[in-house]
């Protein structure tokens, strides 16, 4: 199984930014797709963004022209820029291989209105 380690996460103020990184092992990295998701408290898990081997991206509506996710293969490691930052983007991001059961532990992401 691929394990994954998030990082980036914090505390930021409403307008600001933070990058997330989520590193990967194993050699799937490279020919897998890769999604970050975000749980806030009391709701289900969402999808937030994602981005095929190939490279094509998706943003969930609500974050469309604020995040943007990307991937180094080389580094094994996929990343989401999260700017002009929202009270409503708090939450635990999680990135996640789709089709297998491969999560990272989560990072909290809180923004202060």
């Known amino acids: 199984q691929v394990q994954l380690v998030e990082s980036g996460g914090g505390l930021v103020q409403a307008g600001g930014s933070l990058r997330l990184s989520c590193a990967a092992s194993?050699?799937?990295?490279?020919?897998?797709?890769m999604g970050w998701y975000r749980q806030a408290p009391g709701k289900q898990r969402e999808l937030v963004a994602s981005?095929?081997?190939?490279?094509?991206?998706y943003c969930t509506e609500s974050v469309k022209g604020r995040f943007t996710i990307a991937r180094d293969n080389a580094k094994n490691t996929v990343y989401l820029q999260m700017n002009s930052l929202k009270p409503e983007d708090t939450a635990v991001y999680y990135c996640?291989?789709?089709?297998?059961?491969?999560w990272g532990q989560g990072t909290q992401v809180t923004v202060s209105s």
């Open positions: 194993g050699s799937i990295f490279s020919i897998s797709a």
């Open positions: 981005i095929t081997r190939g490279g094509s991206t």
């Open positions: 996640h291989i789709p089709g297998t059961a491969s």
